[in-house]
């Protein structure tokens, strides 16, 4: 399980450690943050599959990421006393995400590339200027098992020496994805393999052309799709090789005396509500865009397959209030399986979640800050240097 995650210098971001929780809740205003806090989990996850650099040229690239304020903000500005200014840099620029637990912590620095532009036409793509693995939950010279700098990485012998061999990598790779040996760093390939369980789920489609709403050909379906298009497959994965019960139960706690089903033709999987007080079974294709939702969460969040990690972006649009809290206590039934994070502005929810930990992110002078930490209350968390 994740106990810390350390963003700097990503948009608002300017440099956010947060303690998590098996079930963490993120929640604050709009424009504090919160988004902004999803998309760097997801650009850790790229990273698992070398697609950072990917990830951020969809983004603008490198420099439209990167925190647009000054590198310190001085008293005389914080007391209103003064306008903010630019100062020069005293630090290298980069944008550096990492996470640590009780196990293992990760941390990576991406920069801007040395390069000719006379040599090349890929100026914008991002360099990992250093990426380093370890042991426990804080980066310490003794902890590290595999550190990388510029185009090379080294690996930790089972005796606790660092080894003689250095292995080539490419400045846009990550080690990640690309170092993939074993023999000298099975630890690497541990994490990997769990941040790439990692899923993201983020605003489903539900209008009429939605894939939730088409009857397609169905197969064994322990995850949901991003897009949702094989819901039925899902729900009937989890009626027969699942939790049939605990889904049983969340129907009911959100549409009384209600049940789903799931109609086989030639291998097609039709989805099929039963609702009290209707004469016949409503398609997917005539559900409201609410009841549809909150059937595309039951499937990702009852998964037979749970992930490391699981990551919802504002689970509670299109929602009624009156199904709040049956999201809730779903949200809570899948905590016992998974570490779950839970991106919100709605109140409703996070006082329907009861006692979890809560982090509510704010703005100040530009960047987003935990509302009420501390200097006591951040966890310990030190970034590798270049």
Request: glycine share 8%.
């Amino acid at each position: 399980m994740l106990t810390t995650l350390a963003i700097q210098n990503y948009r608002s971001l300017r440099d956010l450690v947060l303690p998590l929780s098996r079930l963490t809740v993120v929640t604050g205003a709009n424009g504090s943050g919160k988004s902004s806090l999803y998309r760097a989990l997801r650009l850790l996850a790229d990273a698992a599959r070398n697609g950072a650099v990917a990830a951020l040229a969809r983004e603008g690239g490198l420099p439209s990421t990167l925190w647009a304020g000054p590198e310190r903000t001085g008293r005389a500005v914080r007391e209103g006393r003064a306008p903010v200014q630019g100062t020069v840099r005293s630090q290298p620029v980069g944008l550096r995400l990492g996470f640590s637990g009780e196990e293992f912590g990760y941390a990576l620095d991406l920069g801007l590339p040395a390069v000719d532009p006379k040599t090349t036409a890929f100026v914008l793509d991002p360099e990992f200027k250093r990426e380093c693995l370890w042991s426990g939950p804080v980066l310490r010279p003794a902890a590290l098992l595999a550190d990388r700098g510029g185009k090379s990485v080294r690996t930790r012998n089972a005796d606790g020496a660092w080894s003689e061999e250095r292995f080539p990598i490419g400045l846009t790779d990550s080690m990640l994805s690309e170092f993939a040996d074993p023999r000298a760093c099975p630890e690497l390939l541990v994490v990997r393999e769990r941040i790439r369980s990692w899923r993201f789920y983020d605003q489903f489609r539900t209008d009429a052309e939605a894939p939730a709403r088409q009857v397609r050909i169905g197969t064994r379906t322990p995850v949901l799709d991003h897009d949702g298009g094989d819901l039925p497959a899902a729900l009937r994965t989890i009626q027969e090789s699942g939790d049939a019960e605990a889904l049983a139960t969340a129907i009911d706690d959100a549409f009384p005396r209600s049940r789903v089903e799931v109609a086989v033709t030639e291998g097609r999987f039709e989805l099929r509500f039963f609702q009290h007080g209707l004469l016949r079974p409503l398609t997917a294709a005539e559900l409201s865009d609410g009841t549809l939702r909150y059937l595309l969460w039951m499937a990702a969040l009852l998964s037979p397959r749970p992930p490391e990690l699981l990551v919802l972006n504002e689970p509670e649009t299109s929602l009624h209030p009156d199904v709040v809290p049956a999201l809730a206590a779903l949200i809570t039934t899948a905590a016992a399986r998974t570490q779950l994070v839970v991106v919100t502005h709605a109140r409703p929810l996070v006082r329907a979640l009861g006692d979890v930990a809560v982090v509510e992110l704010e703005k100040q002078f530009g960047a987003t800050v935990p509302v009420g930490q501390g200097v006591l209350d951040r966890p310990s968390w030190h970034w590798p240097k270049r």
